[in-house]
């Protein structure tokens, strides 16, 4: 039976998550049912990460199995003829049976989209977490610099998390800052359940003036969930990124920009910022 991996981005806010649940609108149910329509079968998709209610996704990307053939342009533009407009199949290719969208990642790369100011946003509604009190970023950058490397994440960790060991890689924990707009970007081999919002919720406290840079590190050793700062709303967090091995051959996200919401700028340097960590 052909698998074919596609791409997906989507707007979390009207969804209960990715993971299908009975009674609940998610983003699997609505893509399933739409490559669905295109297969003319039941079609079950498995994604690279399963991202909780409200948040977003610029590159997810996922895989499934169906006898019918179609070519890349008829899934892509078969299921977005299906799909609600705030879901999207950005891509389609067909992949070998050996090919796993969840276990062949290398890495993920989430992106925290904060608007500072104090005057509320109308257009970063839902797309943003929207922050009145000043955030300052160097300490904000300070603090992310205790977090990089491999570590027991335990503090970091909701407590329904069903990962089988709290230790994670992170890669790349970055602050940008553009007028109004700040940008943490964290890469990791793998992320716990609520992981990069509970980091975002501390790094916010730090930015706020609430705690020392570092209190970061006191929380990550502490190993205790009760001793890091409140989880950071979804409607910030979007998984930005998958990566894969290159001999996959894989298509490489476009190059997106935060122009998704007017009047902000296009982070071109993301990553690059002036507080690297």
């Known amino acids: 039976m052909p698998r074919v991996a596609i791409g997906l981005e989507y707007h979390g806010g009207g969804y209960a998550g990715w993971q ?16 669905g329509r295109v297969a003319a079968q039941p079609v079950q998709v498995v994604c690279a990460g399963r991202t909780d209610a409200g948040v977003h996704a610029v590159g997810q990307v996922a895989h499934f199995d169906a006898d019918a053939i179609r070519t890349p342009r008829g899934w892509t ?17 067909e992949v070998s049976a050996q090919f796993h969208a969840r276990h062949r ?49 335990s503090a970091f960790r909701a407590a329904e998390c069903q990962a089988r060991t709290p230790v994670r890689r992170l890669q790349e924990l970055t602050v ?55 989880t950071a709303p979804p409607d910030g967090l ?10 996959l051959g894989l298509p490489v996200r ?15 340097s993301l990553g690059r910022s002036h507080v690297v960590v």
Not at 254 to 268: E, K, T
Request: proline share 6%.
């Open 20 to 35: 299908a649940q009975a009674g609940l609108q998610t983003v699997q149910g609505v893509v399933e049912a739409a490559l």
């Open 254 to 268: 476009p190059r997106s920009s935060w122009a998704m919401i007017p009047g902000l700028p296009p982070f071109s």
């Open 77 to 93: 533009l078969g299921a977005n003829t299906n799909l609600p407009a705030d879901v999207s199949v950005t891509w389609a290719q």
């Open 105 to 153: 990642a290398e890495s993920r790369t989430y992106c925290y989209l904060i608007c500072n100011r104090g005057a509320r946003s109308a257009l970063a509604a839902g797309r943003a977490t929207v922050i009145h009190r000043p955030l300052e970023e160097q300490p904000m950058g300070e603090a992310a610099r205790a977090l990089l490397g491999e570590h027991d994440f």
């Open 176 to 230: 940008d800052r553009q007028g109004d707009w700040i940008v943490i970007r964290a890469t990791a081999n793998a992320f716990l359940h609520h992981m990069v919002r509970n980091i975002a919720g501390l790094l916010i406290a730090v930015g706020r003036g609430e705690a020392a840079p570092g209190w970061a590190r006191e929380v990550l050793e502490s190993r205790d969930r009760t001793r890091g700062a409140p």
């Open 238 to 247: 979007y998984l930005w990124s998958v990566r894969y091995p290159s001999e």
